[in-house]
């Protein structure tokens, strides 16, 4: 069956649009070509700093002939709904319809519509050229003298060439010809611009890839990436040294390189005075170039990687010079900030210690937070407080957490983070030890920010606790006082992230604690705390349901460790033949009360008749009406205890007498009182599943 090859070859593509167009013209092909009854077997896509190249392969030949039946009005009616009609399926006229009998509607016009197929390059001749003018880059341009309209064709960079073929793999394939703003679609691609920049005839996509390779183009992106990667390690094991691996900047490096050749340039040691963050973040943000380790210290070398573009003939020599003058010149920059950010501050220089001279100047310059809800000074004061409030909840020292959420963000106003915000809080850690801070003090500056994502370390130092839950819980409090809530996609203010943060503060420490004791805390803010913990709890690999469940009980749902460990003691009595089976007893009951509870619109809730149970009761009614007593008394104490797998246990040993009641005893007895006690029996098991989960809202 025939294959489709498209390239577009252009000027640069930014590496950070690279992969995205790659998905789109993969998307945006295959979907049109089945949209016109085109099928394929297999599609596959690459892309460089100059090209898209698209092969869809198993195409068919043509595409299938359609039939297609169109129902028209009745027979007889207007004229006017005839015409609208004879317009919509093409007909000229209303004898070229056909008649269609019901006996119950009448008859009305039928129109057969017959579509032949079309050839399939005729196809792809009709929706390549609207794919292009229609790609969605984040930017694009107009070039060329047919810039002045504003209708001319816009590309992210200058569109140069398009190639576009078809074709068995037995045969030459044909070119399929089409002109998109006087470009027109030939066979022929381009190698290197500057190692073969030579026209390039090729036929498919395995043609198309080994073509380029011999002309110095490594057209998939993942054997760039792959390349880089293991000429770095082997360059860097050649010195004794070890490549700081980084995978979204050899993405990156990947996405601006057609022919990657490593090579390896170095700095002054005196640079190594810089911290190795800042080092590193100079080299990444400047110079797309990687650092590089000594194994025998831990500590950055004066060394770096890049990755050139092409084969020099002096063997990268000039390519390296260049790359080592700017990095010079960048770390001398940030030497200078370095050592900067550790001398007073102008005009601050009597407000206390470097750090704290940057945050007097934080509060002075009355940088606005939020217009709602203040200044960063304003907001600082009240994490300050909220973190003394925190402290001795998850044992920390007050006067330390009180400490570090004054310093906390003072780094945003030092030299380095101005010029390097990613690395803000690890700046703070470095200057508060300087200043001789409490270690943990300096430990909260930096991790108070985290965790800030599902795979973000999460802090362990209880000061750096208290203080990341008071900055985490002071934005949400606010941001839900002055109803400026998540809405669909939209979370501006990253609230469901710093929800998750608290969730996983919590329970990855292990640590119990009301939410309900922070200030501002609203039953509508602790459901959106339960949302982010069921999406924490579901990739963790819990059944939604059994979260569900746990809720639904109300009990201490405001503690979210204490939710997480009812839901893990719920599965896993579920995961025993006890558990299943008392569920489906528990179920049945609830399910028989539901309904005698509607149909006498009253609630069976009271304690049974003792006397009653004992006098006319059956011997599994008896059973189970003891067994209930020591069961439901046991669970609850364990409930107490914060003991949720005792009193799972528990209530599995209700189990045989749940069992055995179902099959020996009438519920739904004549004796109306006799009826009534069996139904508060089956209240009773209810009230006692009840104290750890809703079992209703289980599935199965």
Request: aromatic fraction near 6%; proline fraction near 5%; charge should be negative.
């Amino acid at each position: 069956m025939p294959d489709l090859l498209l390239e577009l070859l252009s000027e640069e593509i930014p590496a950070r649009m690279q992969a995205d167009a790659a998905a789109h013209l993969k998307k945006a092909v295959t979907d049109a070509l089945v949209a016109k009854g085109c099928l394929y077997e297999g599609a596959r896509v690459v892309v460089t700093p100059r090209r898209l190249a698209l092969s869809v392969h198993g195409l068919p030949v043509a595409s299938p002939d359609v039939r297609e039946e169109r129902k028209g009005p009745r027979v007889g009616a207007p004229e006017a709904a005839i015409q609208g009609f004879l317009k919509a399926a093409g007909l000229a006229s209303i004898s070229e319809a056909t008649v269609q009998s019901d006996p119950k509607k009448g008859d009305s016009y039928i129109a057969v519509i017959e579509k032949p197929g079309r050839p399939v390059p005729e196809v792809i001749a009709e929706i390549v050229p609207e794919i292009v003018r229609a790609f969605p880059w984040p930017k694009s341009m107009r070039w060329g003298a047919a810039s002045v309209s504003s209708s001319s064709l816009r590309w992210v960079r200058p569109l140069q060439s398009i190639l576009c073929t078809f074709g068995p793999e037995t045969e030459d394939p044909e070119v399929i010809r089409f002109d998109i703003d006087g470009i027109t679609a030939g066979e022929t691609t381009r190698g290197h611009r500057f190692m073969a920049p030579g026209d390039i005839r090729v036929r498919r996509m395995d043609d198309y890839l080994t073509s380029l390779e011999k002309a110095f183009v490594v057209a998939d992106p993942e054997e760039r990436k792959r390349r880089i990667l293991a000429d770095a390690r082997n360059l860097c094991f050649a010195q004794g040294l070890e490549l700081v691996e980084d995978e979204g900047l050899l993405g990156e490096v990947a996405g601006l390189v057609e022919w990657p050749v490593v090579l390896m340039g170095a700095f002054e040691e005196s640079f190594l005075a810089i911290p190795d963050e800042v080092i590193r973040a100079t080299i990444r943000a400047n110079q797309k170039c990687f650092v590089v380790r000594d194994p025998k210290t831990g500590r950055l070398a004066n060394r770096f990687v890049l990755t050139a573009n092409l084969e020099a003939s002096d063997g990268g020599r000039a390519i390296v010079a260049g790359n080592e003058r700017v990095i010079r010149a960048r770390l001398s920059d940030a030497l200078y900030f370095w050592q900067t950010d550790q001398t007073p501050l102008p005009d601050f220089e009597d407000k206390g210690k470097p750090l704290d001279q940057r945050m007097a100047k934080l509060r002075a310059l009355n940088v606005v937070f939020h217009e709602k809800l203040g200044t960063q000074g304003e907001r600082v004061d009240r994490i300050k407080a909220l973190a003394r409030h925190i402290a001795p909840l998850v044992g920390a020292d007050p006067d330390l957490a009180e400490r570090a959420a004054e310093l906390a963000k003072a780094d945003l106003m030092t030299e380095v983070v101005g010029e390097f915000p990613e690395v803000q809080g690890l700046m703070g850690r470095k200057y508060a030890l300087l200043q001789g801070e409490h270690e943990s003090v300096a430990a909260a500056i930096e991790d108070h920010y985290k965790p800030q994502g599902p795979s973000d370390r999460v802090p362990t130092d209880k000061v750096a606790v208290a203080v990341a839950l008071a900055d985490k819980l002071d934005v949400l409090t606010g941001f839900w006082r002055i109803d400026e809530k998540p809405t669909g996609s939209k979370d501006p203010f990253a609230l469901r992230r710093a929800a998750l943060g608290v969730v996983r503060l919590l329970t990855d420490n292990g640590l119990k604690f009301s939410l309900a004791r922070i200030d501002g805390f609203s039953a509508d803010l602790l459901a959106f705390f339960h949302d982010r913990l069921k999406v924490l709890l579901r990739e963790q690999g819990q059944r939604h349901d059994l979260v569900d469940a746990v809720l639904a009980s109300g009990e201490g749902n405001d503690d979210l460790l204490l939710v997480v460990r009812r839901v893990e003691a719920l599965a896993a009595l579920l995961g025993t033949e006890d558990g299943k089976n008392l569920l489906a007893g528990t179920k049945r009951a609830m399910n028989i009360l539901r309904i005698e509870e509607k149909k006498d619109g009253r609630a069976y809730d009271g304690a049974p008749d003792a006397a009653l149970v004992h006098d006319k009761g059956e011997p599994e009614e008896r059973a189970l009406f003891a067994l209930l007593q020591s069961a439901s008394a046991h669970a609850r104490d364990h409930v107490r205890r914060e003991d949720y797998a005792g009193a799972m246990k528990a209530l599995a040993e209700l189990r045989p007498a749940v069992d055995a009641f179902f099959d020996k005893v009438t519920v739904n007895a004549e004796d109306p009182a006799l009826r009534e006690n069996r139904l508060k029996i089956l209240a009773e098991l209810r009230a006692a599943t009840a104290t750890v989960a809703d079992f209703s809202k289980i599935e199965g």
